[in-house]
């Protein structure tokens, strides 16, 4: 039995839900499926505003397409990363620049492939063979941290700047920066996720999630666990005694917390 499920919850502090998260069977082949989920940007006005016109557009784009222009993946990475630069300059003239904005984590699957497209810090993941790979890389500075090995990534979010990150869409131009991946449909799951999931869940306790729940309730249970669970999360004495930065504890409920899940 195939699982397709979203969930976006507000948290304990916010006052607005900014995220917002979409999966979409196409009408005439349901083994095509979009999935993407777009995170409104905090600190900045009309976050939601942001995040809900890049999905709905997505949506609206993707029941359009025809079967055959889905299986070029050349063809569809160029038509997707076109739609995406038309969304970004349709916020910008409308709300002009520097006013809102949104992450977007896109997937698409065609008959052989899936194509994901990354703007900012929300994470796609595939669990393979028991393990659970992220795809994606964060679009941030902290990132940078781990990707040339000085911190692990599991520390990254302690670090108070961690949520400064340096792609989006709908403030400017130089910021929709989108980056590709195209991955063979071999996995048994395919997992998106806000930072508003992954500061608080580790990549340990979000697979050891997957193993022991019912797969109709595997995206419940992480989101529930990022919202509702205290996980006693403390800053280690091995960052601070390499850098000497400012840190910060994620705490359960601080931000809205937004997932899609597809499961074979």
């Not at 992954?198 to 050891?208: E, G, N, V, Y």
Request: glycine residues 4%; positive net charge; aromatic residues 8%.
């Amino acid at each position: 039995m195939e699982v397709l499920d979203k969930i976006s919850e507000i948290g304990s502090v916010r006052h607005t839900n900014e995220d917002a998260c979409l999966y979409v069977v196409h009408p005439k082949n349901k083994k095509y499926k979009l999935l993407a989920i777009a995170d409104g940007m905090g600190g900045k006005e009309y976050g939601e505003i942001a995040s809900n016109y890049t999905i709905e557009k997505l949506k609206s784009w993707f029941l359009r397409k025809d079967i055959s222009s889905l299986n070029d993946n050349k063809k569809l990475e160029s038509s997707v990363t076109r739609l995406i630069k038309r969304i970004n300059n349709e916020l910008i003239s409308k709300y002009k620049k520097d006013t809102l904005g949104t992450t977007l984590t896109l997937a698409i699957i065609n008959k052989k492939n899936t194509l994901i497209f990354n703007i900012g810090d929300s994470r796609a993941y595939i669990y393979k063979a028991q393990e659970l790979i992220q795809i994606t890389e964060d679009d941030s500075d902290v990132w940078m941290y781990y990707k040339y090995g000085n911190v692990s990534k599991e520390d990254l979010r302690y670090f108070a700047i961690s949520n400064l990150i340096n792609a989006c869409i709908g403030l400017n131009n130089e910021l929709c920066k989108i980056t590709t991946t195209i991955i063979p449909n071999d996995y048994s799951i395919l997992l998106l996720l806000t930072d508003g999931v992954t500061d608080l869940l580790t990549d340990k306790k979000i697979s050891k999630i997957i193993k022991k729940t019912k797969k109709e309730e595997t995206l419940q249970k992480i989101i529930y666990e990022a919202t509702y669970v205290d996980q006693k999360l403390a800053v280690p004495n091995r960052l601070k005694k390499k850098y000497l930065a400012k840190y910060v504890i994620p705490f359960t409920g601080r931000d809205n917390a937004s997932g899609v899940i597809y499961i074979k």
